[in-house]
């Protein structure tokens, strides 16, 4: 079974342009989370989503970041006029039923870096 | 000045050892808890889970002990591996939250 995908594994962005992360939970999972990660430290939350609905974006800033899960195809983080500050790890996870009692699988990421 | 972000913990292991890693949680009204295991350039890799009616949850060379009267969870792992080297976060959630809160990590570094 493949497990949750992440694309690109690396991207690169000039300061004011948009960034865009997808991700393809594991097979059977409905609920995808995106978390960030800055070097040396833990993952940090920023939304939790079902198949077309936002659950949770109470770690998203309000600004400049959205996320989308359609009906049909990955979900997409999606981050508008990146700043420096925008560098960093940005893992997905996907779990079969809703957050509590289960454990999140995690794809390998994807780092964007800000020039 | 004030260096951003933090450097991990780091626990050296000779190899054949046992390692244990510790992590303090906060949140009472966590009820589930999560270890996992980081490698670099990797995405977090679940190790193993206990949920807060139980105290001690035991797999393959690893056992998580859970202590909700201080607060505290700790990753046992047996016969330490070259391949253990790597980061383990402990991850919290309760039952009703929607999201994972990591711990700072602890790196282990596994000696030959």
């Known amino acids: 079974n493949a497990g949750v995908m992440q694309n690109p594994r690396h991207l690169v962005r000039r300061r004011g342009q948009e960034a865009r992360l997808r991700c393809s939970p594991m097979?059977?999972?409905?609920?995808v989370y995106w978390y960030r990660q800055l070097p040396e430290e833990g993952l940090k939350f920023m939304v939790y989503?079902?198949?077309?609905?936002?659950?949770?974006e109470s770690g998203m800033p309000k600004e400049r970041f959205s996320a989308e899960f359609p009906k049909e195809g990955p979900s997409i983080l999606r981050i508008q006029q990146v700043v420096r500050g925008d560098s960093a790890a940005y893992f997905c996870a996907s779990s079969p039923a809703g957050p509590g009692g289960q454990p999140q699988h995690f794809g390998d990421g994807t780092r964007l870096s800000i020039l | 000045g004030e260096s951003v972000g933090l450097h991990l913990p780091t626990l050296s292991v000779q190899e054949g050892d046992n390692s244990i890693i510790n992590c303090a949680y906060s949140n009472s009204a966590s009820d589930y808890f999560i270890w996992y295991k980081q490698e670099s350039g990797k995405g977090p890799q679940f190790i193993i889970d206990i949920r807060s009616n139980m105290d001690k949850r035991q797999g393959q060379r690893v056992t998580v002990l859970l202590n909700k009267t201080v607060k505290h969870l700790s990753l046992q792992i047996a016969a330490t591996q070259p391949g253990d080297s790597a980061v383990y976060f402990c991850a919290e959630n309760s039952a009703a939250g929607n999201k994972l809160t990591f711990g700072g990590g602890t790196r282990v570094l596994v000696k030959p």
């Open positions: 989503l079902q198949k077309e609905n936002i659950i949770d």
């Open positions: 097979k059977g999972h409905s609920h």
